[in-house]
């Protein structure tokens, strides 16, 4: 069953360095997504993309943030300087067509960041 | 704006008994979806089962089932003969019209042998 992969598993950083977490969707979906976890809390979205722009993005989702598919496969997430507060899990998905009440969000297995 | 609500933060269950898990929502849309994730230590997401709301129906998937009562808002997820596997942390959630799927802050569920 084809599956959601995202790597790496365990990103360690230092504070202010640039980090790019990689993604690769389910081959034949056209929707993305990057969610958040920080540990103990509830999982937050963060960004939607869709056909080579963001769809939909939340209030976390800052100017330190972006989005890439760089190729046909791939689909990045970049924080261009990290801060203590962006230590979490980290979250791709992807669903066949869009919208969230027609649909089903395939997830991958995270990638954890810790920021120090 | 759309709220996802679990209030039971922990529950647990005696292996090949029945628990069922909360859900409650709130929303001013019509069409939407609700799901509801497993999380087990690993902290992956896995689907477990998805209930559309126009569909009266409840959704069935193996041991695992929903009642999901329309008017009450509310969609609480049944798990019957329960396995050492089942331990993990579960999500409720909601997606409308949106994109993005609204989380709860799970219910955290233990199985004892």
């Known amino acids: 069953e084809p599956e959601v992969t995202q790597t790496p598993s365990h990103q360690v950083t230092q504070m202010g360095q640039e980090v790019i977490l990689r993604c690769v969707p389910i081959s034949n979906h056209l929707y993305f997504y990057w969610y958040r976890q920080i540990l103990g809390q509830k999982v937050e979205f963060l960004v939607s993309f869709y056909n080579n722009e963001i769809s939909e993005k939340s209030e976390i989702f800052d100017d330190q943030f972006s989005v890439e598919r760089p190729d046909g496969s791939n689909f990045t997430l970049k924080i261009r300087s990290t801060k203590l507060e962006d230590s979490a899990m980290y979250f791709c998905?992807?669903?066949?067509?869009?919208?969230?009440?027609?649909?089903?969000?395939?997830f991958g297995p995270g990638t954890r960041l810790t920021v120090l | 704006a759309q709220t996802v609500t679990q209030s039971q933060p922990e529950m647990s269950v005696q292996e090949a008994e029945t628990v069922t898990l909360s859900c409650t929502y709130d929303?001013?849309?019509?069409?939407?979806?609700l799901f509801w994730y497993k999380q087990p230590p690993s902290r992956q997401m896995i689907l477990v089962i998805r209930?559309?709301?126009?569909?009266?129906q409840n959704a069935t998937e193996n041991r695992f089932s929903v009642n999901f009562q329309k008017a009450a808002k509310s969609f609480s997820l049944k798990i019957s003969d329960s396995q050492l596997g089942d331990a993990a942390m579960y999500f409720c959630?909601?997606?409308?019209?949106?994109?993005?799927?609204?989380f709860g802050t799970g219910t955290l569920l233990a199985v004892q042998p």
């Open positions: 929303t001013s849309e019509s069409d939407y979806y």
């Open positions: 998905a992807s669903s066949p067509r869009g919208r969230a009440y027609t649909d089903t969000q395939y």
């Open positions: 209930q559309e709301a126009y569909k009266q």
């Open positions: 959630a909601y997606g409308g019209a949106t994109n993005k799927l609204i």
